[in-house]
Protein backbone atom coordinates (compact mmCIF):
# COMPACT_ATOMS: atom_id res chain seq x y z
CA UNK A 1 0.00 0.00 0.00
CA UNK A 2 1.74 2.97 -1.55
CA UNK A 3 1.93 6.11 0.63
CA UNK A 4 1.36 9.54 -0.26
CA UNK A 5 3.79 10.18 -3.17
CA UNK A 6 5.48 13.54 -4.34
CA UNK A 7 7.68 14.58 -7.43
CA UNK A 8 9.62 15.30 -8.15
CA UNK A 9 11.82 15.34 -4.74
CA UNK A 10 14.03 18.44 -5.66
CA UNK A 11 13.41 21.07 -8.48
CA UNK A 12 15.39 23.90 -9.19
CA UNK A 13 14.38 26.91 -11.04
CA UNK A 14 15.53 30.37 -12.14
CA UNK A 15 13.72 33.08 -11.09
CA UNK A 16 10.71 33.81 -13.22
CA UNK A 17 10.10 30.29 -14.44
CA UNK A 18 7.35 28.20 -13.55
CA UNK A 19 6.97 25.30 -11.04
CA UNK A 20 4.45 22.49 -10.78
CA UNK A 21 4.92 20.15 -7.82
CA UNK A 22 2.62 17.11 -7.96
CA UNK A 23 0.98 14.89 -4.97
CA UNK A 24 -0.15 11.28 -5.50
CA UNK A 25 -2.46 10.80 -2.38
CA UNK A 26 -2.93 7.29 -0.78
CA UNK A 27 -5.05 4.97 -2.33
CA UNK A 28 -9.18 5.83 -1.18
CA UNK A 29 -8.02 9.22 -0.03
CA UNK A 30 -10.16 12.20 -1.75
CA UNK A 31 -8.66 14.99 0.37
CA UNK A 32 -5.12 16.82 -0.35
CA UNK A 33 -3.34 19.40 1.26
CA UNK A 34 -0.69 21.41 0.57
CA UNK A 35 1.85 22.56 2.71
CA UNK A 36 4.74 25.31 3.15
CA UNK A 37 8.03 24.48 5.07
CA UNK A 38 10.57 27.23 5.16
CA UNK A 39 14.29 26.61 6.93
CA UNK A 40 13.42 26.88 10.59
CA UNK A 41 9.91 27.39 10.47
CA UNK A 42 6.91 25.27 11.07
CA UNK A 43 4.59 23.81 8.34
CA UNK A 44 2.50 26.19 7.39
CA UNK A 45 -0.78 25.59 5.32
CA UNK A 46 -1.79 26.40 2.15
CA UNK A 47 -4.62 25.18 0.57
CA UNK A 48 -6.98 21.90 1.19
CA UNK A 49 -8.75 20.39 -1.98
CA UNK A 50 -11.38 17.43 -2.25
CA UNK A 51 -11.58 15.88 -5.69
CA UNK A 52 -12.00 18.75 -8.44
CA UNK A 53 -12.87 21.01 -5.59
CA UNK A 54 -10.93 23.92 -3.24
CA UNK A 55 -12.43 24.00 -0.14
CA UNK A 56 -9.75 26.34 1.61
CA UNK A 57 -7.33 27.94 0.08
CA UNK A 58 -6.91 30.35 2.84
CA UNK A 59 -3.05 30.22 3.34
CA UNK A 60 -2.01 30.50 -0.28
CA UNK A 61 -0.77 33.65 -1.73
CA UNK A 62 -3.40 35.49 -3.95
CA UNK A 63 -0.42 35.48 -6.71
CA UNK A 64 0.89 33.31 -8.77
CA UNK A 65 0.06 30.56 -6.67
CA UNK A 66 -2.65 27.92 -7.70
CA UNK A 67 -3.72 24.43 -6.53
CA UNK A 68 -5.78 21.88 -8.62
CA UNK A 69 -7.20 18.01 -8.31
CA UNK A 70 -8.81 17.12 -10.85
CA UNK A 71 -10.84 13.86 -11.22
CA UNK A 72 -8.17 12.06 -12.83
CA UNK A 73 -4.42 12.04 -12.04
CA UNK A 74 -2.45 14.08 -8.98
CA UNK A 75 -2.87 17.12 -7.43
CA UNK A 76 -0.77 19.85 -8.56
CA UNK A 77 0.74 22.97 -7.02
CA UNK A 78 1.87 25.22 -9.41
CA UNK A 79 3.84 28.47 -8.74
CA UNK A 80 4.11 30.94 -11.37
CA UNK A 81 6.91 33.46 -12.16
CA UNK A 82 9.14 31.97 -9.31
CA UNK A 83 11.22 34.50 -6.92
CA UNK A 84 14.02 33.50 -4.40
CA UNK A 85 11.21 33.54 -1.24
CA UNK A 86 9.45 30.84 -2.94
CA UNK A 87 12.63 28.31 -1.80
CA UNK A 88 11.37 26.05 0.18
CA UNK A 89 10.11 22.59 0.85
CA UNK A 90 6.28 21.64 -0.20
CA UNK A 91 4.49 18.87 1.32
CA UNK A 92 1.09 17.44 0.55
CA UNK A 93 -1.39 15.35 2.87
CA UNK A 94 -4.00 13.41 2.14
CA UNK A 95 -6.69 11.94 4.40
CA UNK A 96 -10.07 9.59 4.34
CA UNK A 97 -12.21 12.07 4.93
CA UNK A 98 -11.40 15.85 6.68
CA UNK A 99 -11.67 14.78 10.23
CA UNK A 100 -9.07 11.86 9.90
CA UNK A 101 -5.36 11.64 10.01
CA UNK A 102 -3.51 13.72 7.28
CA UNK A 103 -0.41 11.38 5.82
CA UNK A 104 2.11 13.16 4.56
CA UNK A 105 4.91 12.55 1.49
CA UNK A 106 8.08 13.38 1.37
CA UNK A 107 7.85 16.48 -0.09
CA UNK A 108 9.11 18.28 -2.66
CA UNK A 109 12.69 20.78 -2.04
CA UNK A 110 12.15 23.72 -4.69
CA UNK A 111 15.31 25.54 -5.41
CA UNK A 112 15.06 29.20 -7.08
CA UNK A 113 18.19 30.73 -8.44
CA UNK B 1 -6.18 32.91 18.23
CA UNK B 2 -5.47 29.03 17.93
CA UNK B 3 -1.55 28.50 18.57
CA UNK B 4 0.83 26.05 19.36
CA UNK B 5 4.10 27.04 21.39
CA UNK B 6 6.84 24.44 21.91
CA UNK B 7 10.50 24.40 23.40
CA UNK B 8 12.71 24.12 24.09
CA UNK B 9 13.59 24.79 19.60
CA UNK B 10 16.79 22.48 19.51
CA UNK B 11 17.91 19.75 22.41
CA UNK B 12 20.72 18.05 22.35
CA UNK B 13 21.62 14.52 24.26
CA UNK B 14 23.38 11.44 24.65
CA UNK B 15 22.29 8.13 23.50
CA UNK B 16 20.73 6.18 26.04
CA UNK B 17 19.60 9.29 27.65
CA UNK B 18 15.80 10.33 28.60
CA UNK B 19 14.47 13.65 27.38
CA UNK B 20 11.06 15.47 27.43
CA UNK B 21 9.68 17.80 25.01
CA UNK B 22 6.79 20.36 25.75
CA UNK B 23 3.86 21.57 23.62
CA UNK B 24 1.76 24.52 24.96
CA UNK B 25 -1.59 25.56 23.15
CA UNK B 26 -3.73 28.54 24.15
CA UNK B 27 -7.36 27.32 23.04
CA UNK B 28 -9.21 24.51 25.13
CA UNK B 29 -10.58 21.82 24.46
CA UNK B 30 -9.54 20.76 21.36
CA UNK B 31 -10.47 17.99 19.03
CA UNK B 32 -7.09 16.15 19.34
CA UNK B 33 -3.63 17.00 19.54
CA UNK B 34 -0.99 14.82 17.71
CA UNK B 35 2.77 14.43 18.39
CA UNK B 36 4.42 13.89 14.56
CA UNK B 37 8.45 12.92 14.07
CA UNK B 38 9.87 14.62 11.14
CA UNK B 39 13.43 13.06 9.74
CA UNK B 40 15.80 15.16 8.09
CA UNK B 41 14.38 15.37 4.12
CA UNK B 42 11.16 13.46 5.01
CA UNK B 43 7.32 14.24 5.52
CA UNK B 44 6.15 14.01 9.27
CA UNK B 45 5.17 10.72 11.21
CA UNK B 46 2.44 10.59 13.58
CA UNK B 47 3.65 9.18 16.76
CA UNK B 48 0.78 9.64 19.07
CA UNK B 49 -2.55 11.36 19.01
CA UNK B 50 -4.41 12.39 22.16
CA UNK B 51 -7.79 13.34 22.63
CA UNK B 52 -9.34 16.35 24.97
CA UNK B 53 -9.96 13.28 27.54
CA UNK B 54 -7.26 11.82 27.51
CA UNK B 55 -3.97 12.06 30.04
CA UNK B 56 -1.29 9.82 28.35
CA UNK B 57 -0.81 7.43 25.00
CA UNK B 58 2.52 5.51 24.64
CA UNK B 59 3.72 4.62 21.53
CA UNK B 60 7.37 2.36 21.71
CA UNK B 61 9.35 4.73 23.71
CA UNK B 62 7.97 7.58 23.16
CA UNK B 63 5.05 8.80 25.76
CA UNK B 64 2.58 11.92 25.81
CA UNK B 65 1.04 13.13 28.55
CA UNK B 66 -1.46 15.80 28.50
CA UNK B 67 -2.43 18.33 31.62
CA UNK B 68 -5.91 20.31 30.06
CA UNK B 69 -5.60 22.59 33.62
CA UNK B 70 -1.93 24.44 31.80
CA UNK B 71 -2.99 23.69 28.51
CA UNK B 72 0.31 21.45 27.84
CA UNK B 73 1.44 18.48 26.42
CA UNK B 74 4.66 16.52 26.68
CA UNK B 75 6.54 14.12 24.52
CA UNK B 76 8.87 11.62 26.41
CA UNK B 77 11.49 9.71 24.82
CA UNK B 78 13.24 7.12 26.83
CA UNK B 79 16.27 5.33 26.40
CA UNK B 80 17.45 7.58 23.21
CA UNK B 81 18.69 6.19 20.24
CA UNK B 82 20.55 7.80 17.26
CA UNK B 83 17.90 7.32 15.06
CA UNK B 84 15.44 9.45 17.17
CA UNK B 85 17.31 12.37 15.90
CA UNK B 86 14.82 14.55 14.01
CA UNK B 87 12.24 16.98 14.76
CA UNK B 88 9.42 16.54 16.67
CA UNK B 89 5.91 18.62 16.24
CA UNK B 90 2.89 18.95 17.68
CA UNK B 91 0.25 19.51 16.41
CA UNK B 92 -3.36 20.69 17.59
CA UNK B 93 -6.87 20.66 15.78
CA UNK B 94 -8.85 22.88 17.76
CA UNK B 95 -13.00 23.00 17.52
CA UNK B 96 -15.24 25.40 15.91
CA UNK B 97 -15.38 23.06 12.50
CA UNK B 98 -11.67 23.96 11.68
CA UNK B 99 -10.54 21.02 10.13
CA UNK B 100 -6.89 22.18 9.30
CA UNK B 101 -4.39 21.37 12.53
CA UNK B 102 -1.62 24.60 13.72
CA UNK B 103 1.29 22.83 13.89
CA UNK B 104 4.02 23.85 16.26
CA UNK B 105 7.82 24.96 14.82
CA UNK B 106 8.84 22.20 16.13
CA UNK B 107 11.72 20.69 18.49
CA UNK B 108 14.89 19.47 16.21
CA UNK B 109 16.65 16.69 18.34
CA UNK B 110 20.40 15.70 18.41
CA UNK B 111 20.96 12.35 19.79
CA UNK B 112 24.83 12.24 19.96
CA UNK B 113 26.33 8.80 20.86
Known amino acids: NAGVMQNPRHLVRRRGQEARLRCSPMKGHSHVYWYRQLPEEGLKFMVY????????ESGMPKERFSAEFPKEGPSILRIQQVVRGDSAAYFCASSLDRDNEQYFGPGTRLTVT | KNQVEQSPQSLIILEGKNCTLQCNYTVSPFSNLRWYKQDTGRGPVSLTIMTFSENTKSNGRYTATLDADTKQSSLHITASQLSDSASYICVVRFPGGSYIPTFGRGTSLIVHP
Open chain 1, 49 to 56: LQKENIID
